[in-house]
């Protein structure tokens, strides 16, 4: 079991990580004002669980495959970024119908943002790499074996995550609901939500 010590400071390096400005923030932000309240949570808290699958990865030794393999690193990070340049377009060809409503929340179902922030965190390599960086420096051989103390890591990661994103999502959306009282916006915050989610895929692709 992690020590008290260690879970803190690793808790406290994780929220400085989390709360850093980093695509995950700006797309949750993004979505969020152009969705709404419930819309910028829901795909918060998918890109927050998708940390599970790079703690698993981490477990398994797959992270460190992948970075060895730049062949296999740079078919996800293509992948990852098409996905996202995919999301991006779908918001840019949107007409507005995506606004939110009187109760806050997207056309699109929940289920389904929640599954689009879920697989947007869970293929971006650049975050199974960071994972495998990150949750090492926190380990104690000492205390108990390493996969175990990975696994703690990683979800007390991806809990702070949610918290973070869910708080992010929620507040994004409370303001863009206001923005969208005025004839015309919703159709501009989806276009600004499209452009993010393009830049984005683009910049994992060529970076």
Known sequence: MLSPD????FLLAA?????????????????????????????GLGCALGCLNHTLLAVLGVSALVAASPAAFLALKVAGGLYLVW?????????????????GVSSESL???????????AINPKVVLFFLAFLPQFVQPARGPVGWQLA??????????????????????AIGQRLQQKPGIAMWLDRAAGVVFVGLGVRLVLG
């Open 152 to 173: 703690q890591l990683g979800v007390i990661f991806t809990l702070q995550a949610a918290a973070l994103f869910g708080l992010l999502g929620w507040f994004a959306g």
């Open 15 to 43: 929220l400085v990580v989390t709360a850093s400005p980093g695509p995950d923030n700006l797309m949750v932000l993004g979505l969020g004002m152009s969705r709404g309240r419930w819309a910028g949570l829901v795909f």
């Open 87 to 103: 999301m991006g377009v779908q918001a840019l060809r949107s007409a507005g119908g995506a606004s939110v409503g009187s109760q």
């Open 6 to 9: 260690q879970a803190l400071a």
């Open 111 to 121: 289920g389904r943002l929640f599954l689009k922030g879920l697989v947007a965190n």
